[in-house]
């Protein structure tokens, strides 16, 4: 069974309360809370003050994705704020820092993930598939919302699923997802699909949830 983890870069930001309880409403487990520092990627979105305020209203899952230069300088505010799952790029530090920030995250009771950007292949995150909890596969360019699926990262994905070493480590898209894309992610091993403007855009949220976790 998939699970459905919506984008509160797409929600409405002046009714947010509302929408996160509406976003339980219709059936939700997950929200995706993506983090963009200005630099890493050309945007800015939330801190990990928002991820506290956040973790004080609802008891969704929060999947915190870290779109940052060097994580490790923030990975236990972002752990202690709330998240469930903290998710850092594999590209935006050495080596070193990158396995520390895995195990910090660790060590603070959270489940970490790492990330692959399109033109990062697969084996650039083998040495962390046994410390993580989530392996997530980016079909945009990190950075902004509303961009089209890149559907030839399906062969990534699919290699990905068959590296994986821990079993209970969740495989996850992000980018471009919808009803018609989540299917093809899906059949080519994920078991995660976030989703931003298709969701938070659907005439039948529930409907959509429903759909995605089918």
Known sequence: MAILSPSILSADY???????????????????VDIMDGQFVPNLSFGYAWVKSMRKITDLVLDVHLMIDRPIRYVEEFCKAG?????????????????AAIEKIRSLGVKPGIVVKPNTPAEAIEP????????????????????????????????????????????????????????????????????????YGAADRAAFVRQIEA
């Open 128 to 199: 962390y598939l046994p410390l993580v909890d989530l392996v997530l596969v980016m079909t945009v360019e990190p950075g902004f919302g509303g961009q089209k699926f890149m559907e030839h990262m399906m062969p990534k994905l699919k290699q990905l699923r068959t590296m994986l070493v821990n079993p209970n480590c969740h495989l996850e898209v992000d980018g471009g997802v919808d009803l018609t894309t989540a299917e093809i992610c899906k059949a080519n091993g994920a078991n995660v699909l976030v989703a931003g403007s298709a969701f």
């Open 14 to 32: 002046m009714h947010f309360h509302e929408d996160m309880d509406r976003t339980k409403a219709d059936g939700a487990k997950w929200l995706h």
């Open 83 to 99: 998240s469930d799952y903290l998710t850092i790029h594999v590209e935006s530090d050495t080596p070193e820092n990158t396995l």
